[in-house]
């Protein structure tokens, strides 16, 4: 691995180097710069197209995976395919970090497309996290495709970040729950000067007792754009709550566009949203403590975004 790669990884996956007896696969620059599989955590490469099979064997408890990715120069057009087959009764944490980085005119640009499947009663926690580095002119970009059939009394939390660098991003999550399936989304997101940003939701509860908690916080600085959209549809006798909240700053742009649908008349489903600015009151009271008015704004935001 590279110095580019190394600091990427320390960002995006708190990598300290390899872990004893611990389950990964890192990509860099769209080839593989290392790999590991463990007794319960099986890794291995793809056939038919680039990518790797993640299986989780039964009742596994307590292990982490790391599979970050990086493209660290210009010039590169990333596409990966990466399936998660996770056991019944299994309990895993999974991180998927990607971080590009670009010095030149060419964009550096990664593509990820996750597939996971949940059996009975099976658990993960999915944390990703995105960043762009670099002083190059090209642009840092990131779109993330996200699909999860979860079975019966499966659970699975998202919580993903993406905090700065990322100059172009379409961010979509797809999701089929069974019977007694939950699932929990947490996003946190922040786009500064022409940076734009897309999240598109969709959220099925097919089965009885499933539900869904989707939490967007953002905040949307000088000239970029954010399109939020999420859309909850009840197929059973189930509950889904969708919250979006955004801080607008300078001349940003939040757009946040709701769609609920119920196809049973148990199905509760609710969606919540806010977009505004940095109340005046809170700049004040954090000033009167000898701050200046931008590191009032700093501190308010890392305290929405935390």
């Known amino acids: 691995m590279n110095s580019t790669t190394e600091e990427l990884l320390r960002i995006v996956a708190d990598w300290k180097g390899i872990p004893d ?22 890794i291995e490469p793809k056939t038919d197209k680039p990518g790797i099979d993640i299986r989780v064997l039964p009742g596994t408890r307590g292990e982490m995976v790391y599979i970050p990715a990086c493209v660290t120069h210009s010039g590169v057009d990333d596409l990966v395919y990466n399936d998660f087959f996770i056991g019944e009764g299994a309990d895993v944490t999974i991180v998927a970090g ?18 996971f499947f949940l059996e009975k009663g099976a658990r993960v926690l999915y944390l990703e996290k995105h960043i762009g580095t670099g002083n190059g002119s090209g642009g840092r970009i990131i779109n993330p495709v996200t699909d999860a059939t979860l079975a019966e009394d499966a659970y699975m939390e998202m919580d993903t970040s993406q905090i ?23 996003e946190k997101l922040l786009t500064e000067g022409v940076q734009s940003a897309e999240s598109d939701f969709v959220i099925t ?4 007792g499933s539900g869904a908690h989707l939490i967007s916080r953002s905040v949307a ?25 955004a801080i607008i700053m300078d001349e940003g742009e939040v757009s946040a566009i709701p769609e609920l649908t119920a196809h049973n008349v148990d199905a509760a489903l609710i969606h919540e949203a806010a977009i505004g600015k940095i109340a005046g009151e809170q700049l004040t009271k954090l000033m009167t403590l000898g701050l200046t008015e931008k590191e009032a704004e700093q501190k308010i935001i890392e305290g929405f975004l935390k």
């Open 205 to 208: 509860l097919e089965g009885e």
């Open 98 to 115: 990607c971080g590009v980085h670009s010095e030149g005119e060419e964009e550096a640009r990664h593509n990820g497309i996750h597939r």
């Open 21 to 42: 007896n611990t389950a990964y696969n890192i990509r860099e620059d769209t080839g593989c710069a290392g790999r590991h599989s463990t007794e319960h955590v099986k």
């Open 164 to 186: 700065g660098g990322v100059d172009s991003t379409i961010r979509k999550t797809t999701a089929l729950l069974g019977k007694g399936a939950k699932m929990v989304v947490k």
């Open 221 to 245: 600085k000088q000239h970029s754009k954010q399109l939020f959209r999420s859309r909850l549809i009840g197929e059973a006798a189930c509950s889904g709550h969708s919250e979006c909240d």
